[in-house]
């Protein structure tokens, strides 16, 4: 069950998708119809029931709107553009996705060399105040802390920038596969 | 009622509810709801082509909090009213015709 | 706060620990009465047998 808010939310997200230019007027309309109906002594999720749901919704909003929805014509000649400038576009895309890799890579490297440069010298130190002093011990954990503190920062870059890489690639992924209405 | 008949007689009915008292969205489908059904999703598309004819003009107002749009008739929209209206006698005389009573053409 | 999410809070504390670390450093660097120039100097050879003289 979705309440007024999911409602609205899930259905201007899907006239964006689908480019109705004027969305906000409808999701204007909406509101006030549910909030109208929710004044009337209708819950929240038994009003959205009535209008029928985000699916319904947009299909009558779009069998309206006549939004221009990719013909089959249009998409083939999309690909066929696509692939005849395949030379240019392809050894571009690749240079990218290797520097990315290349970048995700040597992230790993800096990561794990920091660390464990980190923790060899942090447990060292407790060696070296038995061993020779504690002064001694004190400048080898100030250094273990140092390198520990950069093992850290590297990982947390790894980790962001190959999350970005991943968005990046899903909503590219998502750009040019086609879609449909699932009613 | 027939799907294209009830198409033709929706702009009238919101316009003469209109005529009546100024309205908003909800209030348009609970008064006209024993006369006609129609849901929002209808509704919507004809106040739109409406207020594009000039046929009726939008207000916006506070209501508990929130904005509503009431719906007001122009000249425009009661010249539509009365042409239809008086348009009526020949309707009428369509309707005699179809049931096959009287017909004088 | 965790390692395998990006987060502001991981980072803030990496570099806590880095300052930290840091300024243990220094403050140990400086017990140990170091002959800083001469380090320097020595680019570095201090620990090591290289003669750069």
């Known amino acids: 069950?979705?309440?007024k808010t999911g409602f609205l939310i899930d259905l201007e997200k899907d006239l964006k998708k689908y480019g109705v230019s004027n969305s906000?007027?409808?999701?204007?309309?909406?509101s006030e119809y549910l909030d109208d109906l929710i004044e009337n002594g209708m819950s929240s999720e038994a009003a959205v029931n009535s209008v029928g749901g985000v699916k319904k919704i947009l299909l009558n909003i779009l069998s309206d709107e006549k939004v221009k929805i990719p013909k089959v014509k249009n998409r083939l000649q999309r690909i066929i553009l696509l692939s005849a400038s395949f030379p240019i576009w392809g050894p571009i895309v690749a240079a990218l996705y290797i520097i990315a890799l290349a970048i995700v890579f040597s992230l790993i490297i800096c990561a794990l060399a920091f660390m464990a440069a980190g923790l060899?010298?942090?447990?060292?130190s407790f060696i070296v105040i038995f061993k020779i002093g504690f002064t001694y011990a004190l400048l080898q954990f100030g250094i273990s802390l140092i390198l520990l503190g950069l093992g850290i920062l590297f990982e947390q870059f790894l980790i962001g920038f190959s999350g970005a890489i991943y968005n990046l690639n899903r909503s590219l992924f998502k750009k040019f596969?086609?879609?449909g209405i699932e009613a | 009622m027939n799907a294209q008949l009830k198409k033709g007689l929706l702009d009238i009915c919101i316009l003469s509810e209109l005529e009546r008292k100024e309205s908003y969205g909800y209030a348009i489908i609970n008064d006209l709801a024993p006369l006609i059904e129609?849901?929002?999703?209808?509704?919507?598309?004809?106040?739109k082509r409406l207020l594009a004819k000039g046929a009726i003009t939008s207000q916006s107002r506070i209501h508990n909090n929130r904005v509503r749009k009431y719906y007001q008739i122009t000249d425009i929209g009661k010249a539509e009213v009365n042409t239809f209206i008086n348009e009526w006698g020949q309707v009428e005389r369509i309707f005699q015709f179809i049931k096959g009573e009287n017909y004088d053409g | 706060m965790s390692l395998l999410k990006f987060n502001s809070k991981m980072l803030v504390l990496a570099l806590v620990i880095l300052v930290v670390g840091a300024v243990l450093m220094v403050i140990a660097l400086s017990l140990l009465n170091f002959d800083i120039n001469e380090i320097l100097s020595h680019f570095g050879t201090w620990y090591a047998p290289i003669n750069l003289h």
């Not at chain 1, 906000?24 to 909406?30: K, L, Q, S, V």
């Not at chain 1, 060899?120 to 060292?124: I, K, M, Q, R, V």
């Open chain 1, 177 to 179: 596969s086609s879609r």
């Open chain 2, 38 to 47: 129609i849901s929002e999703s209808t509704l919507y598309p004809i106040l």
């Open chain 1, 1 to 3: 069950m979705m309440d």
């Open chain 1, 24 to 30: 906000d007027d409808y999701i204007e309309y909406y």
């Open chain 1, 120 to 124: 060899w010298t942090f447990l060292g």
